[in-house]
């Protein structure tokens, strides 16, 4: 694409060219497992389907205006290509991961179509194949989302990047595939343990989201650029609150969220059992106020599979009276500040930091 036009403002355009790479990178790897077998192809197909269907491109964006923000020049076409590519295998990582969470909570749906094991299941079912269609769909999500994690490792690899380039890029490149698992682990793990703490949510949101889905790509694009460790450390104050308020966005938005814009069911966090921040202010709040029964009501409402709506309504209605929307939302703009004002502490492009200003608002103030 962008040999082709190369009077394209990619700064504008960016989320085209991401999905053009996307599509080319995706388009190769489909061709080769052809040659493995057909049946192996159809199921690369799936996951290909799966990552260029939708999303909000957040990763690659922040990886780009971490770029943009240490100095990297969008007119240089030699280096924006190779930036370009590197950048957009971030969304592989994240496809491993949303595979990963839906399997792990058993949810039905995302972006407003069947999950990854919830239609291999129903291939199986529909085929009339041997064992339990469950089994299958599980087993196939499993491998497709490793498939991913791999295959963001070879794009970034095989993206045209410099060695000294990919050098740098060492530490945040392996920072985010850790920690992105380390908070799916610390997730489950506050289920297991029906852990209701707000440290241990907070801890969730700041590994399982914030840390590969701002602060690190932050960090990724501007050590592309040869960043100094005052501008990195700069960035990551700001992709750490930044990332931590997206989170808590969503947190609002698994409860209180529109399905026909989220593209999941109405109340999902609940009926998955998730101990968010917004669970644990609504339990701390109930508490502190003496009101065993809301306490009790909220708790009741985390993991059940058959949520009705009357008892959802009623929890909504609980969270907002005992005060703890008010305080995730106040969590939320705090948080916005702060990360802001560190991007105040040095020197960066002032195109940049326009951009990043705007993006941490739409990112914390969204309602898909």
């Known amino acids: ?83 370009l590519r590197a950048v957009s295998a ?14 792990m909570d058993d ?34 999500a499993l491998l497709l989302g490793d498939l991913a994690l791999v295959w963001a490792d070879d794009m970034v690899r095989t993206s045209g990047l410099g060695l000294q380039a990919l050098a740098r890029t060492n530490e ?33 949101s700041r590994y399982k989201t914030a840390a590969y889905t701002v602060d690190r790509p932050l960090h ?22 930044v990332g931590i308020a997206f989170q808590l966005r969503d947190d609002l938005l698994g409860v209180f969220g529109d399905p026909a814009v989220t593209g999941k069911p109405a109340g999902d966090d609940l009926r998955e059992g998730k101990r968010t921040p917004l669970v644990a202010y609504g339990l701390d709040l109930a508490h502190r106020a003496g009101e065993t029964d809301s306490a009790e009501l909220i708790e009741s409402a985390l993991g059940v599979p058959e949520l009705d709506g009357g008892l959802l309504e009623r929890v909504r209605a609980t969270l907002i009276r005992l005060g703890a929307v008010r305080a995730v939302e106040e969590r939320i703009n705090g948080l916005t500040t702060s990360g802001l004002a560190a991007l105040d502490s040095v020197t960066i492009n002032p195109v940049a930091v326009t951009r990043l200003r705007e993006l941490a608002q739409e990112v914390t103030h969204r309602s898909y």
């Open 172 to 204: 945040a490149w392996h920072g985010m595939r850790t920690e992105v698992l380390a908070g799916q682990y610390l997730d489950v793990l506050a289920q297991a343990r029906a852990a209701t703490d707000l440290h241990s949510a907070e801890q969730v």
């Open 1 to 83: 694409m962008l040999e082709q036009q190369v009077d394209v403002n990619v700064d504008a355009m960016l989320t085209a060219h991401v999905e053009h790479e996307l599509r080319v990178y995706l388009g190769r790897q489909r061709a080769a497992a052809a040659d493995i077998d057909e049946a192996f192809a159809s199921a690369v197909g799936a996951l290909s389907d799966f990552v260029v269907s939708g999303g909000k491109r957040i990763r690659p964006t922040f990886a780009w205006w971490g770029w943009r923000a240490a100095g990297g020049d969008p007119d240089d076409l030699d280096t924006v290509v190779p930036v």
């Open 107 to 140: 949810s039905d749906m995302r972006r407003g179509l069947p999950t990854v094991h919830v239609a291999f299941g129903a291939k199986h079912r529909e085929l009339g194949w041997s064992g339990s269609a469950e089994r299958f769909g599980l087993s196939a």
């Open 90 to 103: 971030l969304e592989l990582i994240q496809a491993c991961a949303l595979v990963q969470d839906d399997l």
């Open 220 to 241: 990724f694009g501007a050590a592309l650029a040869g960043a100094s460790p005052e501008l990195i450390a700069a960035l990551r104050r700001y992709g750490a609150d």
